[in-house]
């Protein structure tokens, strides 16, 4: 197949390892799931202390099973990128530890109190919602397919932040200033999740030509201000000054994307971003110390079966 033909019978759910796939599109295809599955596992990493630092029992086993969702969301969409025969699920993994590997601006930052934690399980888990709900219609149809569970799995997560959320902005003052400090430090930084603008956008009209992607940068993020503006200040978050936002006659509303610091966005991108790098080299001496457990494995397995291959997604 050609790539003027992927373009005709682009549509959700069209193409499948069964498919003799253009490389042009299976780069692009794997580029674009290997982002989103670094994504899942730097996410994790970063709420990961939070499991023992939560108030409660109930807070703890929640964030322990969230962060267990997300490491396996992070393993599901490597096996999906895999199908597409270009990169294995090891030199994936092995990218994101070199810091080769990109992933979503906000998992860059660090986290260090408690009352940070909505602004990632309920303002970023929203944005990825908006953008996840898109792909179930992606037209690589592994990818697709692991949304379905992805999408079923982050609608908890949401629930579980906006619940945390509500607890911080009803409690003591001291902890409704302490919430609305850090709304004001992660706002912008949210509102850049969607990444660039459509036309700075280097991988946007190929993947939207090919049915990788359904929405655009732009669309993205004005459904996701319309939908969490308000729901911010419903539980009393007051919306920063900085970056601007209008309110348009429909009652939508836009940013004035000049009041964004794309130089600092652009840095991270590179993985440049001194946070950044320290959440990548915690995460590399992680997967260090676990190499044993998959020498193991993988011994196991070709005393077992010859050799250790990898598995389609689906």
Known sequence: ??????????????FSPKDDMPEEYRKAATRMIQFHANSEIMGAYLEKPFIRQAPSLDRKLAFSAKVQDEIGHGQLLYRAAESLGIKTRDEMLDELAEGEGKFLNCFHYPMDSYVETPMIAFFVD????????????????????????????????VKHGE???????????????MTQEAFEEWWPRIIQFFGPTNDKSTHHGFASEVGLKQMGNDELRTAFLN???????????EIPDEPRISKNDDGTYE?????????????IAKNDYEPGVGQIEGRKASQDAVEWVRESLDNHENRLYGSSQPQAAD
Not at 127 to 156: I, N
């Open 163 to 177: 619940a945390i959320l509500y607890e911080l902005m009803t409690g003591s003052k001291k902890e409704q200033e």
């Open 227 to 237: 939908a969490y503006i308000p729901k911010a200040e419903k539980y009393g978050l």
């Open 255 to 267: 940013v004035v994307e000049e009041d964004l610091d794309w130089d600092e966005f652009f840095t």
């Open 126 to 157: 929203g944005a990825a919602m908006r953008r996840q709900a898109t792909l179930k219609s992606t037209s690589w149809e592994p990818y697709a397919h692991a949304m379905d569970k992805v999408c079923f799995e982050e609608g908890f997560h």
């Open 1 to 14: 197949m050609d790539i003027e033909e992927v373009k005709q019978r682009a549509g959700p759910r069209e």
